[in-house]
């Protein structure tokens, strides 16, 4: 953490309809009214995200989209534009999640091309770099991961960086239980601070927020968030649940009390 604000991130993937979204934001919203030293974010898919960001833009929670497209509009069905978005009243997207990459094909050249585009129309970027478990078996998991990372930060300005923030999520760990050690964890994190101090300066590579995801629960926050290089939590399973959450974000808000 080392003086940078946590932040506490949920992506609800394809999970919940828009009565679903709605009541658990609302007991995310309530449950973290009064933490003051962390950032809690959440991400509802597309079809809740205008009633989400209506509804809420005026509580403390931030509201990320999951996915945008790199045009500003056109003929692409089925996707969604970054005004589109922010006429919801959200101004932060998640980009290049693995599930992405893998599943969708997004490779790092498309992933960097969303990054930019967001961050140079004013979003806020929660940008997604992690290997997969042949190439964590094979040792490739470091040149993977400054490769994607990398791919992110070529042509971004002072101000865009500032705005960018990058989440470690080793695919191995994501939805498998399998969380990384906080060694594993703090390694990784300790890389990318590195390679971001060596493209962009160490000011820029001191404040950038690096958030681990990857199986992240009430039993093993506290560990991974007392990590140095660990600032916040990108969770799948565990957000769509404000106990667990809820727990979460409040661990975090403890943590940086201390
Ligand atoms: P889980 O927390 O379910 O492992 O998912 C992590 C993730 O992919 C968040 O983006």
């Known amino acids: 953490m080392m003086g940078r604000r946590l932040l506490i991130a949920g992506n609800w993937k394809m999970n919940l309809d828009l009565y679903e979204s709605y009541q658990l934001a609302k007991a995310v ?19 809740s995200l205008g009633v989400v960001g ?24 089925g996707e969604i534009s970054l005004d589109m978005i922010r006429s919801t009243g959200v101004d932060w997207v998640i980009i290049g999640h693995s599930e992405r990459r893998a599943i969708f094909g997004e490779t790092d050249e498309i992933v960097a091309k969303k990054v930019k585009h967001a961050l140079s129309n004013g979003f806020h970027v929660i940008g997604c770099v ?26 971004l300005s ?35 601070r590195n390679i971001v101090n060596g493209n962009a300066g160490e000011e820029a590579g001191e404040s950038i927020l690096i958030l681990y995801g990857g199986s992240v629960s009430l ?16 969770i799948g399973g565990a957000s769509l649940k404000q106990e667990s959450f809820n727990g979460i974000a409040a661990i975090a808000e403890d943590i940086s009390k201390e």
């Open 130 to 155: 992690g290997e997969s478990l042949e190439q964590r078996e094979n040792g490739e998991q470091e040149k993977v991961v400054k490769t994607q990372v990398e791919a992110f930060l070529q042509n």
């Open 219 to 234: 039993t093993n926050a506290e560990e991974l968030l007392g990590q140095q290089d660990i600032d916040g939590a990108l």
């Open 158 to 192: 002072e101000n865009e960086l500032k705005n960018l923030v990058i989440a470690y999520e080793p695919v191995w760990a994501i939805g498998t239980g399998k969380v990384a050690s906080p060694e594993q964890a703090e390694e990784m994190h300790k890389q990318i």
């Open 54 to 77: 209506q509804k809420f833009k005026d509580s403390n929670l931030l509201i990320a989209a999951q996915n945008c497209h790199y045009e500003d509009s056109g003929a692409y069905t």
């Open 29 to 47: 919203a309530e449950g973290v009214e009064s933490f003051k030293n962390i950032d809690v974010l959440i991400s509802p898919a597309f079809i």
